[in-house]
C-alpha cells in the first residue's frame, strides 16, 4: 500500500513540474512596419487557450551582457489588463515588445513571449544601420556590409527572416550562410565590418542593437540567385528629392533599353537604362521591378518619408525670439516715458503727453499694440496672438519609445 501511495505522489510531482506551467504566451504586433500616424496594437494569446487571464505588456531592451533583452513594463500596464490587447500611440523607432499572463488557480504568471518587433526604415541619432552598397537587392556571392552607428561603442546585428527565428549576428558560423570574417564576439564602433557572403537566395530584416539600449532603423536586404536586379534605394527617400531606378545584369554594370513598373504597371518604356524621378512625393512609393530582353527582375518596395517643415523644430525659437523682442521693447517705452517725465521743480509738460503716454503703455499691457510686427506681419496688428500659418507644431509619425 505504501509503495502503492508513493508511486502517485511521484506521479503527481512529475506532473507538476511537467506541466505545471506549460501554458505560454504568444505575441503579435500590427502593423510590422511603422507608418507616419499610425497605432501599433499588440494581442497576446495563452495557449493553450482558457479564460481568466490578465495581460501585462512590456518593452524589450536589449542587454548585451545577456545576450538577450530586459522587459520593462509599458506605462498603462502595471496592473495588467483583461483584455487581451493594447494599443501603443506616438511609436516613431523601431521597438521590441512581449507580453505574458497571470490567471489560473492557484495564480502563476506565464513565461514572457517571444519578442516581436515593429520597424522603422528612419535612422536617428542614437543608433542607425547603413548598407554598403546602398540597395536592397544583391547577386548571391556579393559581399554586403552593413554598419551601426551612433552613441555606443559595442553592437550587435539582428536578423529577422520570415518563418524563422530572429539571428543575434555576434559569432562567425560556419554552417550559416552569413559570414563574419574579421569580426570579434562583438562590434566595436569605427571598428571591423561584418559583412554577408551567401550562396543562398534569401530575404530578411535587419536592425542594429547596442549596450545602452537603443535599436536602429531597420532595412529589407535580399540576396538572388537571379541574373537580373533592380537598384533601388535601401533606405526611404524624402519628399522632393530626386531619386534614380536601375537595372542590373550579372557580370555587367550598365544597361540600356529597360523597361520599369510601379505596382506592375508600366511606366517607362522609351530605351532609356534609368528611371529619375526628379521631385519624389508620396505617390510614388510603392513596389517597383525592371525587364530587360524579356527578362524580370524581383520587385522592391522604395519608401517615400515626409520632408522636415521649415522652421519645424522642438524648441519654438520664433516664438520665443518675438517674446523677447516684445520685452526690450517694452522696456525701450518704459525709459522713454521715465526720461519724459516733468521734473520736481514744476517744468511745464505739453497738454496731453501723460494720456498719450497712458495709452501705449495700457495698449502694451494688453497686447494692442503691434510690437511683434517683425515676427508675424503688419497684418495681424490688434489681435495680440499669432496667426495659425505662423505657430510651430512638431512632427507627429507614428508609434515609442
Known amino acids: 500500500m505504501d509503495h502503492v501511495l508513493l508511486c502517485v505522489l511521484d506521479f503527481l510531482i512529475l506532473s507538476f513540474l511537467c506541466c505545471g506551467n506549460s501554458q505560454d504566451s504568444v505575441l503579435t504586433v500590427s502593423p510590422s512596419w511603422l507608418n507616419p500616424g499610425a ?56 521597438a521590441g515588445f512581449a507580453c505574458r499572463a497571470k490567471g489560473g488557480n492557484p495564480e502563476i504568471f506565464t513565461d514572457y513571449s517571444e519578442p516581436k518587433f515593429v520597424w522603422s526604415a528612419d535612422p536617428h541619432p542614437a543608433a542607425s544601420l547603413s548598407v554598403s552598397p546602398d540597395r536592397e537587392q544583391h547577386f548571391t556571392s556579393e559581399s554586403v556590409t552593413l ?25 562567425l558560423d560556419e554552417d550559416d550562410e552569413l559570414q563574419l570574417p574579421d569580426c570579434s564576439s562583438s562590434w566595436k564602433l569605427n571598428g571591423c565590418s561584418c559583412t554577408i557572403n551567401s550562396h543562398w537566395s534569401f530575404k530578411s530584416v535587419y536592425w542594429c542593437e547596442s549596450e545602452s539600449g537603443e535599436i536602429s532603423n531597420a532595412v529589407n ?23 534614380t531606378l536601375s537595372c542590373r545584369l550579372r557580370g555587367e554594370n550598365k544597361l540600356s533599353d529597360v523597361i520599369f513598373y510601379h505596382h506592375d504597371k508600366l511606366i517607362q518604356n522609351d530605351g532609356r537604362g534609368e528611371l529619375k ?29 515626409a520632408a522636415s517643415r521649415p522652421g519645424s523644430s522642438s524648441f519654438p525659437v520664433p516664438l520665443v525670439t518675438g517674446s523677447v523682442i516684445g520685452f526690450i521693447v517694452l522696456i525701450l517705452l518704459l525709459l522713454v516715458i521715465y526720461f519724459q517725465k516733468p521734473k520736481c521743480c514744476g517744468s511745464e509738460q505739453p497738454v496731453g503727453q501723460d494720456e498719450d503716454l497712458h495709452q501705449v503703455y495700457s495698449s502694451l499691457l494688453h497686447g494692442d499694440l503691434c510690437v511683434y510686427e517683425t515676427i508675424r506681419g503688419p497684418e495681424n496688428c490688434g489681435k495680440g496672438q499669432l496667426d495659425d500659418s505662423e505657430k510651430i507644431s512638431d512632427k507627429v509619425d507614428a508609434t515609442s519609445e
Open 147 to 171: 554598419n551601426c552607428g551612433g552613441n555606443s561603442a559595442e553592437w550587435r546585428v539582428k536578423r529577422f527572416r520570415e518563418n524563422s527565428d530572429i539571428l543575434t549576428i555576434r559569432f
Open 39 to 94: 497605432s501599433v496594437t499588440l494581442s497576446c494569446e495563452v495557449k493553450p487557450s482558457s479564460a481568466g487571464w490578465r495581460f501585462y505588456w512590456y518593452k524589450a531592451v536589449p542587454d548585451l551582457s545577456k545576450d538577450n533583452y530586459r522587459y520593462d513594463l509599458l506605462p498603462g500596464s502595471i496592473n495588467g489588463s483583461v483584455e487581451n490587447s493594447f494599443i501603443i500611440h506616438g511609436q516613431k523607432q523601431t
Open 221 to 243: 536586404i535580399s540576396i538572388h540567385a537571379k541574373d537580373l536586379l533592380l537598384v533601388s534605394p535601401v533606405h526611404p527617400v524624402t519628399e522632393g528629392a530626386s531619386v
Open 277 to 305: 524621378i526628379s521631385a519624389v512625393s508620396q505617390s510614388d512609393e510603392g513596389f517597383y521591378k525592371c525587364e530587360h530582353s524579356g527578362e524580370v527582375s524581383p520587385q522592391s518596395w522604395m519608401a517615400v518619408k
